[in-house]
């Protein structure tokens, strides 16, 4: 006569076994993680200049720096006047920060919380040079505000004796700023 191994038994070894399949894909999956980034305050940039135009690359993107304290909180775009530094922020404790500097314009933006209020993907500036990923924030001091990308790629100086709000971006930081906003999101331009 055979003997019959009760269900309970059969049901109990299979969950056992996939708890066991379970725990160590846990144990291999916490191994490959990738430790969190270490955070520092920004330092205040050398000079005022901008990305060099000597280096097109610019800067190492791979360690963000934290926005000025005082810029707000939530999903939001920090604007540094003083260091033509650019954070793109959200959630609590500004985790996964995308950060990058850029060339401002002849006239600052103002001081403040403002909201993006347009997009256009490609047009002239006001100094004639052709700009695409163009995103309105401000008009005040007799000209829009505004970050862009040249077409080409160049940083150019602002034209002598034209007044433009124009901060412009390197091409893939335009691209990380023009995914990242909407109409109505905020920009934070902090001294």
């Known amino acids: 006569m055979t003997r019959r191994i009760p269900p309970w038994v059969s049901v109990s070894s299979v969950t056992v076994s996939a708890l066991a399949v379970v725990a160590v894909l846990a144990v291999q999956a ?37 926005p000025p304290r005082g810029s707000g909180e939530g999903r939001r775009v920090v604007y540094s006047l003083g260091q033509d530094r650019i954070w793109l ?7 996964n ?9 002849s006239v600052d933006p103002r001081v ?3 909201k993006v209020t347009g997009r256009r993907d490609a ?4 100094d004639g040079v ?5 995103v309105y924030f401000d008009n005040s001091g007799g000209a829009a505000a505004a970050f862009s990308a040249a077409r080409d790629g160049s940083s150019p100086e602002p034209a002598p004796g034209k007044k433009t709000g124009a901060v412009r971006l390197r091409s893939k930081d335009s691209q990380s ?15």
Do not use: N
């Not at 047009?123 to 006001?126: K, R, V």
């Open 130 to 134: 052709p700009v695409v990923r163009v």
């Open 89 to 95: 922020a959200e959630g609590s404790g500004d985790r």
């Open 30 to 66: 916490e191994g490959t993680a990738s430790p969190p980034a270490a955070r520092a305050e920004p330092a205040a940039s050398p000079s005022k200049s901008g990305p060099s135009k000597s280096d097109p690359s610019g800067e190492k993107h791979d360690t963000p720096r934290l």
């Open 177 to 191: 700023l023009w995914s990242f906003v909407e109409v109505g999101t905020s920009v934070v331009v902090v001294r």
């Open 123 to 126: 047009t002239t500036g006001s």
């Open 112 to 114: 403040g919380e403002h």
């Open 97 to 105: 920060l995308v950060t990058f500097t850029a060339w401002p314009g």
